[in-house]
């Protein structure tokens, strides 16, 4: 019986991972070929006529793929995990799906040949909500595997510091950890870089700082179209922001605080106090909506979005942090990086948009983070302590 039903949920990833292929020169290539072909780029994307394809009929909504996904490969692995055929009375669960996604984003990944960047979110995807990377994290040795191969990596954060301690406090078993390596080179510890605020602060690992971090000027890395925000939009949308987080939670009657930063609004609970979930998406989505349709809100881009027990309002938002850390380490392809993060929901979610620059990996709690670090070594078929 449960051969029977792998047999049968494979067929099934096999058939949506035709699909997603027939975004591609799948339906140019001879029948008998199309079962074996799994790294067919998205010719239909490259080509401007993804509107025709099958699955765009299917899911309007549909995203860019930046590579092949091996649906049928990821689940033979994952069912070897959960055991997913082996259940007689619960069918497959969303959780489940996702972790086939990840699986299957990895291999298309891995080849696609090498991977460059890896950037991850912070809260609940390297370390617990408000908690911070220490030392003994077993994500730790793991990021640093992946810098010993030369892979770049970005922490990219909503919290939004220009003080490099700040940062530090959060990350520093893992920024001890890079300095203390006898196995990095110089070069290879140089290939850290923190960005905050979502995209606004950047901070590059330095050896010769006490915080183990530089302030990277925002002109050195900016992409052209952020350096036409100014800062009067900055502040217009701010202030549309405030007003929209002040009427919520006077409406709402919430014991909040108002909390504004240079890039940055957002509402915190009274001490002793904490939100209701429900409070906290209404919030959001009224917020959004208020910036949405306002005239500055349809010419700079924000993020706004629940933290677990605040809601903040930012310049920018992940997408544009991916895409300036990509360029930062020399204009790296988004079929080459994978953003790791926890909250790709699209309501409220700050990890959502950055489906726009790169490959997302969408994880639940640091454990998964590293059981994912653990996957690209395993399909890779490299150690972490080789270089």
Not at 293 to 318: E, H, Q, T
């Amino acid at each position: 019986m449960a051969a029977m039903a792998h047999h049968r949920y494979a067929e099934i990833m096999r058939d949506v991972e035709g699909l997603i292929n027939g975004h591609s020169k799948w339906n140019q290539l001879p029948y008998f070929q199309r079962p074996r072909v799994k790294s067919i780029l998205v010719a239909h994307q490259r080509a401007g006529t993804q509107d025709r394809s099958k699955l765009k009929l299917l899911v309007p909504s549909v995203g860019t793929f930046f590579t092949p996904l091996n649906l049928e490969d990821a689940f033979i692995y994952q069912d070897k995990q959960r055991f997913i055929s082996s259940r007689r009375f619960v069918p497959p669960s969303f959780n489940d799906i996702r972790l086939i996604l990840n699986t299957a984003q990895v291999i298309g990944l891995l080849k696609g040949g090498p991977l460059n960047l890896v950037t991850f979110d912070g809260d609940v995807t390297l370390y617990d909500d408000g908690e911070s990377l220490t030392p003994g994290n077993p994500v730790i040795p793991r990021i640093l595997g992946l810098l010993r191969w030369g892979t770049r990596i970005g922490i990219v954060t909503a919290a939004g510091y220009t003080d490099a301690s700040r940062y530090y406090g959060r990350l520093h078993g893992l920024l001890d950890a890079i300095r203390d390596s006898k196995e990095l080179t110089p070069a290879q510890k140089q290939n850290l870089v923190v960005l905050g605020g979502e995209s606004n602060y950047l901070f590059k690992f330095d050896m010769e700082v006490p915080n183990l971090l530089t302030f990277i000027p925002r002109e050195e890395w900016a992409l052209e179209e952020m350096k036409k925000w100014t800062d009067e939009d900055v502040k217009e949308l701010l202030d549309t922001a405030e007003a929209a987080l002040g009427d919520a939670v006077k409406s709402m009657q919430l014991n909040a605080l108002v909390l504004r930063k240079e890039r940055a609004v957002g509402i915190i609970p009274a001490e002793g106090h904490k939100f209701a979930r429900e409070q906290l998406e209404e919030t959001v989505l009224v917020t959004q909506k208020i910036l949405e349709y306002s005239p500055v809100g349809r010419r700079l881009p924000f993020c706004a979005f629940n933290g677990g027990n605040d809601v903040f309002v930012d310049i920018g938002d992940k997408s544009w942090g991916v895409l300036a850390c990509q360029r930062f380490f020399g204009g790296i392809e988004g079929g080459k990086s994978l953003h790791v993060g926890d909250q790709f929901l699209s309501a409220g979610a700050n990890d959502f948009k950055a489906r726009l620059a790169c490959t997302t990996a969408w994880i639940a709690s640091p454990a998964e983070t590293v059981q994912l670090l653990d996957e690209i070594y395993i399909h890779s078929g490299r150690r972490p302590e080789e270089s």
